[in-house]
């Protein structure tokens, strides 16, 4: 049981990690023109993550 929920927490915070990175990747990229590599990434992160 006490594995379970320690999976289920640390996939969480997993994903929570993939999104605000992703999103921030590509708000670098929107926002402050970065490189099109940035909206790539962010992109593909926030693809795997979903």
């Not at 049981?1 to 997993?14: C, R």
């Not at 605000?20 to 926030?46: M, P, S, T």
Request: no cysteine; hydrophobic share 65%; glycine share 14%.
């Amino acid at each position: 049981m006490v594995e379970v929920v320690i999976t289920t927490l640390a996939m969480f915070f997993f994903a929570a990690l993939l999104e605000i990175g992703g999103g921030y990747l590509v708000w670098k990229w929107l926002r402050e023109h970065k490189g099109k590599i940035f909206g790539f990434v962010g992109g593909a992160i926030l693809f795997a993550m979903a």
